[in-house]
Nanobody, 115 residues
Framework: QVQLVESGGGEVQAGGSLRLSCVAS????????MNWYRQAPGKQREIVAS???????HVEDSVKDRFTISRDDAKNTVYLQMSSLKPEDTAVYYC?????????WGQGTQVTVSS
């Protein structure tokens, strides 16, 4: 089992920045990759960025000029740095850990961007 706890959400004005954190605990060694998803009101959950255990991180085209994913293995933490935020970035952001037999989710953190 892997437990994930997100933090760093909040309310920010358009153009501002936030850094989300996701701390993993439990069977860390079983994780093959970490993802950030978001779900806006009335919309489906969508992937925002991913970072594999081995390999290159990926950020979706819709946000790649503004968002960056990174990790600190010593702290078992994955980050999502968000800048130049827009009202359409308003959503609950979720951390996700995956492997062939793992699909764990955090509780989510709310990001609200006001115009």
């Amino acid at each position: 089992q892997v437990q994930l706890v997100e933090s760093g959400g909040g309310e920010v004005q358009a153009g501002g920045s936030l850094r989300l954190s996701c701390v993993a605990s439990g069977r860390i060694s079983s994780i093959n990759g970490m993802n950030w998803y978001r779900q806006a009101p009335g919309k489906q959950r969508e992937i925002v960025a991913s970072i594999p255990k081995l390999g290159v991180a990926h950020v979706e085209d819709s946000v790649k000029d503004r968002f960056t994913i990174s990790r600190d293995d010593a702290k078992n933490t994955v980050y999502l740095q968000m800048s130049s935020l827009k009202p359409e970035d308003t959503a609950v952001y979720y951390c996700n850990a995956v492997s062939f037999n793992l699909n764990s989710w955090g509780q989510g953190t709310q990001v609200t961007v006001s115009s």
